[in-house]
């Protein structure tokens, strides 16, 4: 089955200090992979998406294809971005991962 | 433009008991997905419909669960009878075409108790 692991469940960290959200997948070819975004009582929502290679609120994701891995970076950590962050991957279909809390502290 | 919108936001029934869900896709949005969230977890795809047609229900308890996109616009998804483990948020999605190609739009959830 296809997978896709986000390791950590809680990030926390201070704010203007860099954040790295992992996220591995296992799709075989080329999928389609995406970093989806829910803040606290508002709806899923999408982030960015590889495709688009854009910097969306000063997040960028990088994909290294040997390890399968499409990490979303951050320079400076903002305290509103505190939020569920979700890693997607996949063709027609999506595979969501478990999801990564970040905390951003003042 | 208008959002996905779902109906009720809330829901608690007891066990066995049955229950429907409501989905109003973006206007002119072509696929439409329904997605179980259990708490902790990700989201999970019940459902795909590409207009009123079926594309993937691979994962969706056909012996419980039920689903249908009549006229290719809003959708029901129904659970009789309910389990606890049924449990969770349920998420409907709607994109011009597919998931992959294109951004998916997500609703607010129905968050369902089985009690």
């Known amino acids: 089955a296809q997978r896709v692991t986000q390791p950590e469940k809680l990030l926390s960290v201070f704010k203007g200090a860099p954040v790295e959200l992992k996220c591995n997948y296992s799709?075989?070819?080329?999928?389609?992979l995406f970093w989806y975004v829910q803040y606290s009582r508002q709806r899923l929502q999408l982030l960015l998406r590889?495709?688009s290679r854009e910097s969306i609120k000063g997040f960028t994701a990088d994909l290294n294809k040997g390890e399968t891995s499409f990490h979303l970076k951050k320079p400076f950590a903002q305290e509103e971005d505190s939020a569920m962050y979700y890693c997607?991957?996949?063709?027609?279909?999506?595979?969501f991962g478990k999801g990564t809390m970040l905390l951003v502290s003042p | 433009e208008a959002g996905v919108a779902q109906s009720p936001r809330y829901k608690i029934i007891e066990k066995r008991q049955s229950v429907a869900f409501w989905c109003n896709p973006i206007s002119g949005h072509a696929t439409l997905y329904w997605y179980q969230q259990i708490l902790g977890q990700g989201p999970k795809l019940l459902i795909q419909?590409?207009?009123?047609?079926?594309?993937?229900d691979s994962q969706l308890p056909k012996d419980r669960f039920s689903a249908e996109r009549l006229k290719g616009v809003d959708s029901t998804l129904k659970i009789q009878p309910a389990k606890l483990e049924d449990s969770a948020v349920y998420l409907c999605a709607s994109s011009p075409y597919g998931q992959g190609d294109t951004e998916a739009f997500f609703g607010q959830g129905t968050r369902l108790t089985v009690v």
């Open positions: 799709y075989s070819g080329s999928p389609e």
């Open positions: 997607a991957s996949g063709y027609s279909t999506l595979t």
């Open positions: 590889h495709i």
């Open positions: 419909f590409q207009n009123n047609g079926v594309v993937d």
